[in-house]
């Protein structure tokens, strides 16, 4: 290498090309740059088509799982000739009604508050199918004036072991009325429809909360519980999603401490925290509630009514539902409410009695199904639908009597 320096004009040339390299390096980084901006509002845009797409599914999925298939409407039609035409099921009804059994406290009481027939008999036929003495068993179904005579149809001619069977119309509650209930105002009063389709901004456009489901009274019976049944000290809630796999009885001896509400804890994923439910921007949310507390899930639970009276639990949800007249503190949904209704109030079951996600999730350990009592199918893939996933769906359908004539007839039809 040469030590000695180099004069001006050796210098001149290798100046003039840095100089060059560094305008052609600066021209290079300044279309990188705008390169990378173009790419960056691209990706943007791509990612902005992928949010509606993937919003645009899932609302169009809910409506698909909120839809019944055409058999069992064709079911439901079925039976409720079956009701109109032959007496002696009212009859039969009549002595059901008046049956000692449906407020004996020595006995196992379960409800159900749905319109599917279908998914109904199976949460039954699971129920009684997995217990030592079936004969012990109350079911007390409640549905809409539109099923009413078809679910009892149902009931009173097929067998199920021996156990009580009570269907009533929720229709037929004079006290639940707008002004008692802040929610059946909603669903019963002249204004339902504008306060369904006309709330906030994120409601009109989200058609999530277009569901027939949010919209139902139906969902939201469950709150009024002791109302319906108030010479009960006990009862199982059962959604009309779940199958039963091991006996239920033992949930009546469990100890809640004191509780009203007995629920398995769902807050392993932070998104079923209370800040995902609730609005904590609202100070009366904010100032009342951790925002961290664990979410628990509906499906399957055990109530202590005695408790639920001595807390006066149903006065709880209709102060909050009033206050949510604007929708400000949640958008729909029974789960929401719950939550702020049993604060304090829900005490924590093992796991195993209720696993959840069978309606979305492919993915669920094998031996974590099999070791759960009750399997819960929430999400849209519900197990009577074409689109139920097929690894969970035998599971539903191994209480389905498929040689039922009416249910024969309605398939090939």
């Known amino acids: 290498m040469k030590e000695e320096s180099i004069t001006l004009e050796e210098a001149e040339p290798v100046i003039k090309a840095l100089a060059s390299l560094f305008h052609k390096a600066q021209k290079a980084h300044y279309d990188i740059a705008t390169t990378i901006m173009t790419m960056k ?3 943007q845009a791509i990612e902005q088509r992928l949010d509606v797409a993937i919003a645009q599914n899932t609302v169009y999925g809910q409506m698909l799982a909120e839809e019944q298939p055409k058999n069992l409407h064709c079911l439901t039609l079925k039976l409720t000739y079956e009701w109109l035409k032959k007496p002696t099921l009212q009859e039969l009804s009549e002595e059901t009604r008046n049956s000692p059994r449906l407020v004996d406290n020595n006995l196992y009481h379960f409800c159900i508050f749905s319109d599917n027939i279908l998914a109904v008999s199976v949460v039954i036929n699971s129920t009684i199918s997995n217990a030592d003495h079936p004969k012990q068993l109350v079911f007390h179904i ?4 539109f099923t009413y005579g078809a679910m009892q149809a149902w009931f ?3 067998d199920f072991r021996g156990s009580t069977i009570e269907v009533q119309n929720y229709e037929d509650f004079s006290w639940l ?3 008692y209930s802040p929610v059946a105002k909603h669903h019963l009063g002249k204004d339902s429809p504008a306060y369904f389709h006309n709330g906030s901004q994120e409601f009109k456009i989200n058609l999530k909360y277009w569901n027939p489901r949010y919209m139902s009274l139906l969902d939201h019976i469950r709150f009024y519980i002791p109302q319906i049944y108030p010479q009960l ?3 199982v809630f059962l959604e009309d999603d779940i199958v039963v796999q091991k006996e239920l009885t033992p949930l009546f001896s469990l100890d809640l401490h004191g509780n009203v509400n007995g629920a398995v804890e769902t807050c392993l994923e932070t998104y079923h925290r209370y800040y995902k439910y609730l609005n904590f921007s609202n100070h009366i949310i904010g100032s009342k509630f951790d ?3 664990c979410g628990w899930a509906f499906g399957m639970n055990i109530f202590d009514l005695v408790a639920w009276r001595k807390a006066n639990v149903t006065a709880r949800y209709n102060y909050w539902q009033a206050q949510n007249n604007e929708l400000t503190l949640w958008k729909r949904g029974s789960l929401p409410p719950g939550l702020l209704t049993f604060y304090g109030l829900t005490e924590p079951l093992d796991k195993r009695w209720h696993v959840l996600s069978l309606g979305y999730d492919r993915d669920i350990d094998k031996r974590l199904i099999e070791s759960a009592a009750v399997i819960h199918f929430n999400g849209n893939m519900k197990p009577w639908l074409e689109m139920a996933i097929e690894r969970y769906k035998p ?11 009416f249910l024969r007839d309605c398939t090939s039809s």
Request: aromatic content about 6%; glycine content about 4%.
């Open 233 to 235: 000290e006990k009862v």
């Open 41 to 43: 509002n691209h990706l």
């Open 395 to 405: 599971l539903w359908e191994h209480y389905v009597n498929q040689s039922h004539a």
């Open 156 to 158: 009173l001619i097929n």
């Open 291 to 293: 925002p961290q507390s």
């Open 177 to 179: 009325n707008a002004s």
């Open 142 to 145: 409640v549905t809409n004036g």
